[in-house]
């Protein structure tokens, strides 16, 4: 289906959001602007047609039961940018890419295929009480922040303390 | 694969190449982009375009070349040869 492409400014305005959302969260957008500003059109254009913001480089039938996982920023988003320093449509960067150390390219797709998707389920499992914990827990000793994952995160989304500052909680 | 509505481009023949991508994506864009600049012969069809009800016939035919039914995904010769992903220098490699 096709829907009329989002104004300039629009575009402009998702665009200085979500830098600023993520400089504010340890995150960085792709320096590339004109690649960068194709996506967040993207964005925009799936809010329009799927009342979300999926993935663009994503189908998508517009059920959001399904596509919770692909809701950008994406469940896949950290592990992808750990692993190759970019996020799938890589809107996302990583630092390393931000000072020109490592070059950004397409990546292999992390989400499962869909004859092993169920609905929702995403990278994540439903924890149960009394069983291992699905990811470890993170304590940031500055402020506190508590965060479930396989890693902490660059920055605190709280305070902004690095991820050293980090300690394993449970 | 030949009921769906596919753009073609001409260009120099290079064995029969098909693209599937997506309008929102930014490196089907830069795929879409280097078929141009090789000039080959090609078609492509941007999937999240296509109606509701072909929707699900064209993400098969995508999972028959590529099992996780992502985008890019080039196709030559009927599956000869498939490329996932913006894989520049692969692709140059195959159709320069």
Request: net charge neutral.
């Amino acid at each position: 289906m096709t829907f009329p492409p989002p104004s300039d400014d629009e575009a402009e305005t998702l665009y200085k959001k979500l830098d600023r959302d993520a400089e504010e969260g340890g995150y960085h957008l792709n320096p590339d602007r004109e690649f960068t500003k194709n996506l967040v059109r993207g964005l925009l254009v799936n809010e329009k047609r799927f009342g979300y913001p999926s993935c663009p480089c994503r189908i998508s039938f517009g059920n959001r039961e399904e596509d919770r996982d692909i809701i950008c920023p994406c469940d896949y988003r950290d592990p992808d940018l750990d692993q190759y320093n970019a996020c799938y449509c890589a809107l996302y960067v990583s630092d390393d890419v931000l000072k020109k150390k490592v070059p950004v390219g397409s990546i292999p797709e992390r989400r499962p295929p869909r004859s092993e998707r169920r609905a929702g389920a995403g990278l994540r499992s439903t924890p149960a009480a009394g069983r291992q914990l699905p990811f470890p827990v993170w304590r940031c000793r500055v402020c506190g922040y508590l965060c479930a994952r396989e890693t902490p995160p660059l920055v605190c989304p709280v305070c902004k303390a690095t991820k050293d500052r980090f300690e394993r909680f449970m | 694969m030949n009921q769906m509505k596919m753009e073609h481009v001409p260009g120099t023949l290079k064995g029969k190449i098909t693209l599937f991508a997506l309008s929102t994506c930014g490196w089907c864009a830069k795929t879409k982009a280097l078929l141009k600049e090789l000039g080959v012969d090609h078609y492509y069809i941007f999937v999240d375009l296509l109606p509701p009800e072909e929707l699900e016939e064209a993400i098969k035919e995508v999972e028959k070349f590529n099992p996780h039914g992502s985008f890019p995904t080039l196709v030559i010769d009927n599956g000869t040869r498939v490329i996932i992903g913006f894989k520049e220098h692969e692709i140059r490699e195959a159709l320069g």
